[in-house]
């Protein structure tokens, strides 16, 4: 691979779009508050050192004013208690989060040349100082990591994730850098960068900090002649936490629309510089990018089970992206680089209940795509792959492979490297066992059969019969429409959660208009009555289906209709077993989160937890004998699965021995009650696989029922 850098025609002063005046009111807003916070800190810990000082002052002073044993033994307690509320500024002063960065390798300027210049160039369009350092992380951010302080703006350091420029051409990953580098290129949006940084501090000391319960105070907890003078310190410091945390919520409130801005304005340059074309592109192919990096990432673990490794993530993560790109019909570039286009996006079908009105840290990609197509900004866009500007690209992902796995999953013996060929064909095989066939154009994909009544085996009068075919009873358009009734339902969820006050939204948009919040129980009434009737719709398709899969059935002989009409039933019935399954799952893992959620109970009090897990894990435990005794679907299950199953329905139904929790035994139940369903969904889908099967076989005698164009079934 060609490592030549040459640059995109850019104007030799491009105009950088100024920031919004919102952007700017917001910053006033945001740094007043944090102003105010610091401020009211400042003054708290000044106030605590003063008492503990004054307690420490006033006990040495009783011990040597009266020089009895009675003053000692009240000076004592002072003076402890005193030194307590002084720990807690001092820990508050230098206590600092260190950012972990365990996951990351130095670039150095001699190995990449074109990389370093290709930066240098950014950030002299963007006016921004150029990166001291550069550091490749896994994943698919790109980061500007500034300096402590506005007065130094030297040392600021640039991580590039290897995720990302597997996913964009050298185009769009010279907007996604430059969109990066904008977040510091003008005086206004630098200090929106530094309040950012205090905001995420703020947050970190008041909420995720130990600083609050500090070493002296938690020794002094243990100890009983101590452990008033520990309350009354920690009661202290929980007071002054309360109103830090009233603070910073309202720091919270403003700095949400001003970090909203700032993604804006960091979009709207790195628009101005790659161009509205490489802009759009590059945020949709983010987006694919980083949900297969994200199924890559969630194979690691299962792959070590199997002492398996890929010896380079990112060849496995591209061999991800073209199976993605094949199955949902998307081309391939020059790069070899899916091609996201609108009518692949417009097929996910959207929440039509939002809440923009309460504010978002990050707009989504929608609003961003708007923003850029508006700017219409015309620029010649590189085609070729990112990676031409790194020097030995396969070794950069062979080394930061090996760090993901030395210090996330680090290996115990030997292991076998899984290429990504291996990788390409355990996809195709799922895809295959879990895809229906095409000719049905995903009518039936992720949802359950409908269930039959009597008039469905009422076979049609050969005229009516005659009218329809594969074309008319499964429309491509059907399939959208249903995918639309089950996102209603989800949408009917969230307009009951905020009719009940489970959703506190003080008003949200529905179906692009903006309601308040009392107006959620009249709109779940419209969106109910047309889920009645896209319910009704769905209904009446489903029977008119399977009435001329059967009528057709019949003209071959009741032997035939009798055969396909027993494979439907057969998914129903399972269905219906799968219907209680989950239900009974979800209630173990309620259960099993309640019991270790549970902090600062004795076992004595931990004991109901324990009998109901039992209770629920005995119903379990039925239902999976159920399962178990049927032989076709128990072998259909991994040998793994099939063991961990048999021992678990062999061993007690009990989770405590002579009081004492047994974890492995709720371990066992707990990866049973994840494994299980799965499985039997994937049972499912090939039952339905077999009636789809003999139903085209009658429409069609003789066609191939290939999955060739479907979506997984499941």
């Not at 700017?24 to 050192?49: C, D, N, P």
């Not at 019969?465 to 009734?485: D, E, G, K, T, V």
């Not at 299980?676 to 994937?682: D, G, L």
């Amino acid at each position: 691979m060609s490592n030549s850098y040459q640059a995109n025609p850019t104007p030799a002063d491009p105009v950088l779009p100024s920031p919004a005046p919102l952007l700017q009111r917001q910053l006033l807003k945001v740094t007043s508050f944090i102003a105010l916070f610091f401020l009211v800190y400042v003054l708290l810990l000044l106030g605590m050192a003063g008492l503990g000082a004054a307690f420490i002052t006033g006990g040495i002073m009783l011990a040597t004013a009266m020089h009895r044993v009675l003053a000692i033994i009240t000076a004592l307690p002072m003076v402890l208690l005193g030194a307590m509320l002084l720990a807690f500024p001092s820990r508050f002063v230098f206590g600092r989060k260190k950012r972990p960065y365990a996951y990351r390798a130095l670039l150095q300027r001699s190995e990449h040349p074109q990389l370093f210049a290709f930066v240098a160039q950014l950030a002299a369009i963007t006016r921004t100082t150029c990166p001291e350092k550069i550091f490749a992380v896994p994943g698919m951010q790109a980061t500007l990591l500034p300096p402590g302080s506005l007065l130094r703006l030297a040392g600021a350091r640039l991580e590039i994730g290897l995720g990302l420029v597997n996913s964009l051409n050298r185009g769009e990953f010279r907007m996604m850098l430059a969109r990066t580098l904008g977040h510091c290129s003008q005086r206004s949006v630098q200090l929106g960068s530094f309040i950012g940084a205090q905001h995420q501090r703020i947050y970190y000391m008041l909420y995720e900090s130990g600083t609050w319960h500090n070493h002296l105070v938690s020794r002094a907890m243990q100890h009983l002649l101590l452990h008033p003078l520990g309350r009354i310190a920690t009661g202290i410091a929980g007071g002054m936490q309360f109103l830090l945390r009233k603070l910073y919520q309202l720091i919270h409130q403003a700095y949400i629309p001003l970090s909203r801005e700032m993604e804006l304005h960091a979009d709207a340059i790195g628009c101005s510089i790659a161009g509205s074309e490489a802009a759009i592109s590059a945020l949709r192919r983010a987006e694919v990018g980083g949900a297969c990096f994200e199924h890559c990432l969630h194979k690691l673990p299962l792959l070590a089970e199997k002492q398996l490794r890929f010896r380079n993530l990112y060849a496995a993560h591209r061999t991800y992206l073209h199976h993605y790109a094949l199955q949902n019909g998307l081309a391939l570039d020059a790069a070899r680089l899916p091609v996201v286009t609108d009518a692949y996006l417009e097929s996910f079908i959207k929440s039509q209940v939002q809440f923009r009105q309460q504010g978002a840290a990050q707009p989504d990609r929608e609003e961003r795509e708007q923003r850029c197509q508006a700017a219409a900004v015309v620029q010649e866009t590189a085609t070729g792959s990112a990676w031409e500007l790194f020097h030995n690209p396969a070794g950069l992902q062979e080394t930061m492979t090996a760090m993901i796995y030395d210090r996330g999953l680090p290996a115990h013996g030997s292991y076998h490297w899984y290429t990504p060929q291996e990788l390409l064909t355990e996809l195709e095989q799922q895809y295959r066992q879990l895809a229906f066939p095409g000719a049905f154009h995903q009518y039936y994909d992720n949802r359950p059969f409908t269930a039959l009544t009597a008039a469905c085996q009422q076979p049609l009068a050969e005229a009516e019969l005659s009218r329809h075919s594969m074309a008319s009873l499964y429309a491509p358009a059907y399939a959208r429409q249903i995918r639309q009734l089950f996102r209603n339902r989800q949408d009917a969820a969230t307009l009951q959660a905020i009719a009940a006050g489970e959703i506190r939204a003080g008003a949200f948009e529905f179906r692009g208009q903006p309601y308040p919040a009392a107006s959620a129980g009249h709109l779940l009434d419209i969106l109910q009555a047309d889920i009645a009737q896209q319910e009704a719709w769905l209904e009446a398709q489903d029977h008119l289906a399977f009435r001329v899969h059967y009528s057709r059935a019949l003209h071959q002989g009741r032997g035939q209709a009798e055969d396909l009409l027993q494979k439907y039933r057969r998914v129903l019935q399972h269905q219906e077993k799968a219907q209680l399954l989950e239900t009974q799952v979800s209630r173990i893992i309620h259960c099993t989160g309640d019991l270790f959620g549970a902090t600062g109970i004795t076992m004595e009090q931990a004991r109901p937890y324990f009998d109901i897990l039992e209770a629920e894990s005995a119903r379990f435990r039925q239902l999976l004998q159920e399962l178990w005794q049927n032989p076709e679907l128990a072998n259909a299950w991994e040998p793994e699965l099939r063991q961990k199953t048999g021992r678990f329905l062999q061993q007690p139904a009990s989770y405590l021995d002579s009081g004492i929790p047994l974890v492995t035994a709720i371990q066992l139940l707990h990866e049973i009650c994840v494994t299980v369903p799965e499985h039997y969904h994937h049972y499912i889908t090939r039952l339905q696989q077999q009636y789809l099967a003999a139903a085209l076989a009658l429409e069609v005698p003789g066609l191939q029922t290939t999955a060739h164009g479907a979506a997984p079934g499941r």
